[in-house]
């Protein structure tokens, strides 16, 4: 299927406004059921200095078009409603728990001669649901994946319990939302992996088994490099909203220039121990002070019985990070943290220095970086592995990618077709500039490929995807 997209016109002495936030709001509407009593529906409204009124009014507007759209499919109520201003978006995260999110659409100023104001053009067309459904949904996962469900601090202490955590949460959360650097990635919600030879990968295999069998504490280990994933004991879904909350929350916070020369196969010994790199992210910031006060995080994971609290100790040596979850039942003491640091950090420092060598050697074998023909986003569904040349940075604040937007709009478009069908499917759309954009969808996998070539026509720009897939993904999206 080709498309030609009449997308990226050149804009003059305009100004733009991106996507912001509106509102959000998590109510039930079981709990003000009647007339007077409308306010005890809200559980959480941002932003908080809204009138009462106006605060009752647009939770009551949502929860009529939820009502009236159950009408026509009951177990499919409304995921969104769009205006020329605004786009809302309705997430049922628990039953009869509603989130909604209200997005203020991107729009163009257009001066005017002779003194008259400026013209607004709202582009309602550049919200994406797929998008900002996902990032609505992201919202509840991270939420949970730090204090459980709704339905755990109704039990453990009501409304007088919810209420505060959905405050302390979303009041921080929410600052977090840059809706402007959103894309394709929100809608997959990916994880990267670290590419290692077997040698390497064993190494760090046994690393996790030994540690697990001399700190018995350990439940799950999970362990990263480069802010890529190498090795999980967590269930897909939960590993999936813990890889977004290390790297795009707690890594940047804790990022800081490493010392000059950290990531070298140097092994210096110190009193016949390794000297070694290691320290926490989370919990004790110095072990050699003894009256500083120091907690983990604490995190809920799935279960075959429902849900199971955990301490969250993430600790790291050079680039090398790794994650124990340990049951929140236990204490965790000072010197339990002593101990882990005293097994953990040499063997910790010892694999970054041999994954970083390791690495190095591949890349020189490679031979240098050439700047390619193509950049492309790659995503599985049955191991949720993501892959993206598109993307230099995608942090919770910041998404730095090296296309135009209307080109990762256009990307977002396609995903949009392939959700729509279960077959494999094949799009190429020809932009208006220099750009042809392809995308792929063969047994669970995607592909999105942007290609610069002025001249192409489609027999080449089909080719040449052909060739990517045939040295990258190993043919894997050859479509019969």
């Known amino acids: 299927?080709?498309?030609?997209?009449?997308?990226?016109?050149?804009?003059?002495?305009?100004?733009?406004?991106?996507?912001?936030?509106?509102?959000?709001?998590?109510?039930?509407?079981?709990?003000?059921?009647?007339?007077?009593?409308?306010?005890?529906?809200?559980?959480?409204?941002?932003?908080?200095?809204?009138?009462?009124?106006?605060?009752?009014?647009?939770?009551?507007?949502?929860e009529a078009i939820v009502q009236f759209t159950r009408t026509f499919c009951p177990t499919k109520p409304a995921k969104s409603l769009h205006t020329q201003k605004n786009r809302q978006f309705f997430f049922e995260a628990e039953d009869s728990y509603w989130i909604v999110m209200i997005v203020k659409n991107p729009m163009v100023e257009k001066p005017n001669k002779d003194g008259k104001p400026p013209t607004i053009e709202y582009q309602e067309e550049e919200v994406l649901d797929t998008?900002?459904?996902?990032?609505?949904?992201?919202?509840?996962?991270?939420?949970?994946?730090?204090?459980?469900?709704?339905?755990?601090?109704?039990?453990?202490?009501?409304?007088?319990?919810?209420?505060?955590?959905?405050e302390k949460f979303f009041y921080r959360y929410l600052q977090t939302l840059h809706l402007q650097s959103c894309d394709l990635l929100d809608v997959f919600g990916g994880i990267s992996f670290f590419p290692l030879d077997k040698m390497t990968y064993l190494k760090i295999q046994s690393f996790v088994n030994r540690?697990?069998?001399?700190?018995?504490?350990?439940?799950?280990?999970?362990?990263?490099?480069?802010?890529?994933?190498?090795?999980?004991?967590?269930?897909?879904?939960?590993?999936?909203?813990?890889?977004?909350?290390?790297t795009t929350s707690l890594f940047p916070r804790h990022s800081?220039?490493?010392?000059?020369?950290?990531?070298?196969a140097l092994r210096p010994e110190v009193s016949g121990n390794l000297l070694h790199y290691g320290r926490f992210l989370t919990g004790p910031a110095n072990l050699k002070d003894p009256e500083a006060k120091f907690r983990?995080?604490?995190?809920?994971?799935?279960?075959?019985?429902?849900?199971?609290?955990?301490?969250?100790?993430?600790?790291?040596?050079?680039?090398?990070?790794?994650?124990?979850?340990?049951s929140a039942s236990v204490e965790l003491t000072r010197e339990f943290c002593e101990r882990l640091d005293v097994l953990v950090g040499p063997q910790l420092t010892l694999l970054a220095s041999d994954i970083c060598e390791q690495f190095t050697l591949n890349r020189r074998i490679s031979g240098p970086d050439k700047e390619p023909q193509f950049k492309f986003i790659y995503f599985n569904h049955m191991n949720l592995a993501e892959k993206s040349t598109i993307h230099m940075r995608k942090t919770a604040s910041v998404s730095l990618t090296s296309v135009h937007p209307d080109l990762m709009k256009i990307l977002g478009d396609i995903n949009c077709d392939f959700a729509r069908v279960d077959e494999d499917e094949e799009v190429i759309v020809k932009a208006m500039t220099d750009y042809w954009v392809v995308g792929k969808k063969s047994d669970q996998r995607e592909l999105y490929v942007i290609l610069n070539q002025k001249n192409a026509n489609l027999i080449e720009v089909n080719e040449e995807v052909k060739r990517l897939c045939a040295t990258q993904f190993n043919n894997i999206f050859f479509l019969d």
């Open 296 to 326: 983990f995080p604490r995190i809920f994971v799935h279960t075959e019985d429902g849900s199971e609290e955990l301490h969250l100790i993430v600790y790291k040596a050079m680039s090398a990070a790794v994650c124990f979850m340990i």
């Open 211 to 246: 540690v697990e069998e001399n700190l018995r504490l350990v439940k799950y280990t999970a362990f990263l490099y480069n802010d890529q994933l190498i090795w999980s004991g967590l269930e897909q879904d939960d590993m999936r909203i813990l890889y977004k909350y290390l």
């Open 256 to 264: 800081e220039p490493e010392l000059a020369g950290r990531d070298s």
């Open 131 to 166: 998008v900002y459904g996902a990032v609505l949904r992201q919202c509840y996962s991270m939420y949970k994946l730090f204090n459980g469900t709704f339905g755990r601090a109704m039990e453990a202490g009501g409304v007088e319990l919810l209420i505060p955590k959905l």
């Open 1 to 62: 299927m080709l498309i030609v997209s009449p997308r990226m016109s050149a804009v003059t002495q305009e100004k733009q406004y991106t996507p912001s936030l509106l509102s959000f709001f998590v109510y039930n509407p079981s709990f003000g059921p009647r007339e007077g009593e409308e306010e005890k529906k809200i559980l959480f409204y941002h932003p908080s200095e809204v009138e009462k009124n106006e605060k009752i009014r647009n939770v009551g507007l949502c």
